[in-house]
């Protein structure tokens, strides 16, 4: 499981991860922003990475390379938690390469070879509006971690957009990570929330910084949706991927093995 994972399962319960054994919690550890910030770089740009850690982002996902990171980037992607977009031409050797070198996940598309999906390491499928319909159901049937879903660039967030986004949320049980085309504004954030957005992936510019800080901190101060008794929430991230298994009951025994 990913440290992605952890982080979504974490947001959905609102519970920071408890110290083991019987020593007492961190006192900031009560409450955890129903939102998950996952930075998205253009390039490996490594003074951005350094500014997005001071602006409150320590989930980023950056391009795929030909070679996975040099010791000189894996130094500056200490202490965060990094994924690899290799969406187009993804090679599974590619794949498992950046995993060895640290990477915790990886975002492939359904051009990707099926092979990816059979090695180790937390991979995404990234999926768009388009992506048919007879298809949703079995969604849940790859072996894969979660679903990254990309919306158009477009400027304010908009109710097709929502829609679009829970055409994927409704039919899984896997975590679906929402990418909208344009940096959201602070203002929209409760409508993502109560779409059932637990995790909000945004483009990471060194021109946008000092937005990216204030969404940051919007998201940290932003409360957890009041759910109504008896209502069930929108969207929920498994404890397991195995949880998302399809369930076979076993078939009843003939009345004559029973004699």
């Known amino acids: ?26 006192a900031d550890s009560g409450r955890v922003p129903p939102l998950v910030l996952v930075a998205r770089l253009a390039d490996w740009d490594l003074d951005l990475v350094g500014g997005l850690r001071s602006a409150g982002f320590d989930l980023l996902v950056l391009p795929g390379r030909s070679e996975p990171p040099g010791p000189a980037e894996l130094e500056s992607l200490a202490g965060v938690t990094w994924g690899i977009d290799l969406t187009g031409p993804a090679a599974a050797g590619l794949a498992q390469a950046h995993f060895e070198a640290g990477a915790d996940f990886v975002l492939i598309d359904p051009g990707a070879p099926a ?123 498994p404890p397991t991927a195995a949880a998302a298994a399809p369930q076979v009951s076993a078939p009843e025994p003939d009345e004559d093995e029973e004699e």
């Open 115 to 237: 092979e990816i999906l059979g090695r180790e390491g937390s991979t995404y499928l990234a999926l768009t509006p388009d992506f048919p319909d007879s298809l949703l159901r079995s969604l849940d049937l790859l072996p894969v971690e979660g679903f990254w879903v990309r919306i158009g660039a477009a400027r304010g967030l908009t109710v097709s957009e929502l829609l679009a986004f829970l055409k994927f949320a409704a039919v899984t049980r896997k975590p679906v990570v929402y990418e909208p085309g344009e940096l959201p504004a602070p203002g929209e954030l409760p409508a993502l929330r109560d779409a059932g957005v637990v995790a909000l992936a945004v483009p990471a510019v060194p021109a946008r910084l000092a937005e990216l800080r204030r969404l940051s901190e919007a998201v940290a101060e932003l409360p957890r949706r009041r759910v109504p008794a008896g209502e069930r929430p929108a969207v929920t991230v």
């Open 1 to 26: 499981m990913s440290r992605l994972l952890e982080r979504l399962r974490r947001a959905v319960r609102g519970e920071a991860p408890r110290p083991l054994g019987f020593g007492r919690p961190p």
